[in-house]
């Protein structure tokens, strides 16, 4: 295959093509000739040269028209056309280049010239054809990008988008700018049915940003599962995320936890927009505004892990988003904004979808204008404990191995009370018991009770009843800080076990230093109303465990957990 | 050589064509005799299109042999058509035939000598 | 997006003035403006007179330039910041690591 560079000589005059035939043929290119505009398409088509010299003006279809359909055929390649003309007038060279003409040459034919010509578009015909090449090249990799980015999307779907997200009382939008999404959105239940909700916004977008949901969904789902609270989930996701995060990278996040049974959210909002939250009568909002630093700042020593507590009633809900909704901007570049969601959110009739408002209102304000930000917005529902549905037991098989007889005393002073929560640990303890794993969910909620009555009311003697009262919620909350820190004594867990074949029984005792109470007038009296959190607690530990009995001071509590398995 | 031919330029044509300079010429006779002869009878029919066109050949074949002076008289010859200028164009066509002829002999010579 | 800066009092003090749109954009020259130094100053103050928005990106260079300048040791001062501006550095709770006027 030769490598010479094909030209076209297309005139209809014999001394024209020679001349210019053998002008070509000596500066080394390869030459075919054509008498006429037909004869010129034709030998285009069979040629297939790369450079053209044409005459304007030949009878029958004219080299402007033959230009015109040479261009076109091309495509996308360059073939670049030099007019042979004696026009003089400046109108009619334009209207060569208008036809596609890329250069001219006039009468007579000088061979320097010629070359130097032709040399010029050979170069402009080497550069477009190396970009056109590299373009192909990009696409092709574009491609195959695209195509291994929507394969980790998958993986990372199944992280960083799961969860308990499909409950009725959860509305969620996600949506994605570009196939990732720097908004992670995490949800579960822990084993006492507390359902726990992460809502987080990586910085930058696309991989850098997603990369790091990964980590930070395998802890919280991981630590939720096993009963760890906000505030340890907390502390190891800022520790983990400081450790892989470069620096200047973070997460702003905000993590809730709802307990359906005492009516209450905990949360924690480092670097969101302030969670909405909408009380009943629809004409009260509160913010749960952001308080710390974004997860993953500062070293572990100086992280802030406190939370806090209000209160919901049935019916009230939560509205949480990214600052994507917030500075959503329309076409005239104005900000969706805060205030316009509050009052979306505060304006919406009763009954309606506060939550399908705010899509509708967010989407109609951006309009055509182009999305900028991952746009992610959740609202919960505070619902009775009986709508939410228990919880799946974990399907983990039970081997039938494990402890069937043990004994564990566990006992707490002030340091470890303030540190930590000591749940997880006695709760993996007695999931040791083999027949005791379809019971977690029981057995967590039977050792939360009892953990928070010994050190909130036995060791701290804070007065529940101060929470029946809004002002008093909070009150409660900051006397309970207070008390942590100045927190002296202990709490004492003791656990038994039997397993006899199909059945057995789990004796806890749980002792704290505190002054006790009164039990035996005291419980009489609560157990008759409905509404004291005391008394709640307790109806709550007796419909669990086969028996409970205060003893001694009333600072010893013993329950026994009994079940029997026949299948 | 002569007022007619630019000698350069057949100078730099006899380099350029080589073996193919005599059938340059040839082609040259061939083309500029027909050329002439259909722009006289373009006139005679009063066509003063097909004169501008064939005005215009002869313009560009002898301009390509270097015979300055022809594809200048042809130039006028053109444009004068063109405009309708019908007044001047028989004294032109005469002018052009007068130094056709002796572009032609020139050739010619040049031909033989080859 | 613009970014300059200034060294004054002796080479103890730089000011980067910041205008227009501080995003992932002005990544490179916001690190320039204080990385290319021949001496290290005392205190930075980052004027956000012109700044129009920042986003995430931006509050990730702050925190560079702070880890920079010496991390907990630093003195970083943000200053004559719009009310979007301020907005954004409060509900990042960025006062907890810079000192905002």
């Known amino acids: ?567 | 050589m002569n007022e007619h031919l630019n000698s350069e330029l057949i100078h730099e044509l006899k380099e350029l064509m080589e073996d193919e300079f005599s059938l340059l010429l040839e082609t040259y006779l061939q083309e500029s005799e027909k050329q002439f002869t259909n722009a006289r009878s373009a006139w005679e029919e009063q066509d003063l299109d097909a004169l501008m066109r064939f005005a215009h050949s002869l313009k560009g074949s002898s301009s390509n042999i270097g015979a300055e002076r022809l594809s200048s008289l042809c130039g006028r010859l053109e444009s004068g058509a063109k405009q309708s200028e019908r007044e001047g164009l028989p004294d032109l066509l005469a002018e052009v035939a007068a130094e056709l002829a002796d572009v032609r002999n020139e050739v010619q010579a040049m031909h033989s000598g080859l | 997006m613009a970014i300059s800066s200034n060294l004054t009092d002796g080479g103890d003090e730089l000011t980067i003035t910041i205008s227009g749109r501080f995003d992932f954009s002005s990544h490179q020259e916001f690190r320039d403006s204080y990385e290319e130094l021949s001496g290290a100053p005392a205190r930075y103050r980052i004027d956000m007179r012109d700044a129009s928005y920042l986003d995430s990106s931006a509050l990730g260079m702050l925190l560079l330039l702070r880890d920079f300048a010496g991390g907990d040791q630093a003195v970083v001062e943000i200053c004559n910041c719009n009310a979007d501006v301020r907005k954004i550095l409060s509900i990042s709770n960025f006062e907890q690591l810079f000192a905002i006027h």
């Open chain 1, 1 to 567: 295959m030769n490598d010479a560079i094909r030209v076209l000589v297309a005139d209809d005059n014999d001394m024209d093509r020679m001349l210019l035939s053998t002008i070509v043929r000596k500066e080394g290119y390869e030459v075919e000739v054509a008498v006429d505009g037909l004869d010129a398409l034709k030998k285009f088509e069979e040629y297939e040269p790369q450079m053209v010299l044409l005459d304007a003006l030949m009878p029958g279809m004219d080299g402007f028209e033959v230009a015109h359909h040479i261009k076109s055929s091309a495509g996308d390649a360059f073939v670049p056309i030099i007019f042979l003309t004696s026009l003089t007038e400046a109108g009619e060279l334009a209207r060569c280049v208008d036809a596609g003409g890329d250069d001219f040459l006039s009468k007579p034919y000088n061979r320097i010239i010629l070359k130097a010509k032709l040399e010029a578009l050979e170069r402009v015909r080497m550069l477009h054809s190396t970009m056109q090449s590299q373009r192909d090249e990009i696409t092709r990799h574009h491609a195959h990008l695209v195509q291994e980015q929507q394969a980790a999307k998958a993986v990372f779907d199944n992280v960083a988008h799961t969860g308990s997200l499909n409950a009725p009382f959860i509305k969620h939008l996600i949506s994605p700018l570009a196939v990732f999404n720097g908004d992670v959105l995490l949800s579960t239940r822990n084993p006492a049915g507390d359902l726990y909700l992460l809502l987080g916004d990586f910085t930058g977008h696309g991989l850098t940003a997603a990369i790091g949901a990964m980590p930070l969904a395998e802890i919280f789902y991981g630590m939720a599962n096993k009963g760890f609270g906000l505030g340890d989930i907390l502390r190891e996701s800022n520790r983990k995320l400081r450790t892989i995060l470069p620096q200047g990278y973070f997460c702003c996040a905000m993590i809730v936890s709802f307990n359906f049974n005492k009516g209450t959210v905990e949360y924690w909002n480092g670097g969101l927009p302030p969670g909405v939250l909408l009380r009943g009568a629809f004409d009260e909002l509160a913010h749960l505004s952001s308080t710390h630093l974004p997860l993953g700042i500062f070293d572990n020593d100086r992280f802030d892990d406190s939370t806090k507590i209000v209160e919901m009633s049935q019916g009230d809900k939560l509205l949480m988003c990214t600052d994507g909704v917030i500075e959503a901007r329309d076409e005239a570049g104005e900000q969706f904004g805060f205030d316009r969601f509050d009052q979306i959110v505060q304006s919406t009739p009763g009954g309606d979808s506060v939550f399908d408002a705010l899509k509708s209102r967010v989407y109609e304000h951006m309009g055509q204008s182009g999305r900028e930000d991952d746009i992610t917005l959740v609202e919960i529902t505070m619902v009775a404990e009986h709508e939410v549905g228990s919880l799946e037991p974990d399907g983990v098989e039970d081997s039938g191995i494990g402890s069937e007889d043990w004994k564990l005393v566990y006992e707490l002073g002030p340091r470890s009370l303030r540190a930590s929560n000591p749940l997880p640990l006695l709760q993996h303890v007695v999931m040791e018991a083999p027949q005791l794993r379809r019971h977690a969910g029981e057995i967590y909620t039977v050792l939360a009770e009892l953990y928070s009555n010994s050190l909130e009311h036995g060791l701290m003697g804070l007065d529940s009843s101060l929470k029946s009262s809004a002002s008093g919620f909070a009150e409660y909350y900051q006397a309970r800080a207070r008390a942590l820190d100045n927190l002296e004594g202990f709490v004492r867990f003791e656990f038994a076990c039997r397993i006899d074949g199909a059945a057995g029984d789990l004796v806890i005792n749980v002792v704290d230093s505190g002054p006790g109470f009164d039990f035996a007038t005291r419980l009489d009296e609560k157990s008759m109303h409905d509404t004291a959190y005391h008394g709640r607690g307790v109806r709550l530990l007796k419909s669990l465990c086969q028996s409970l009995e205060y003893k001694g001071k009333g600072n010893e509590v013993e329950v026994v957990f009994a079940w029997c398995d026949v299948e």
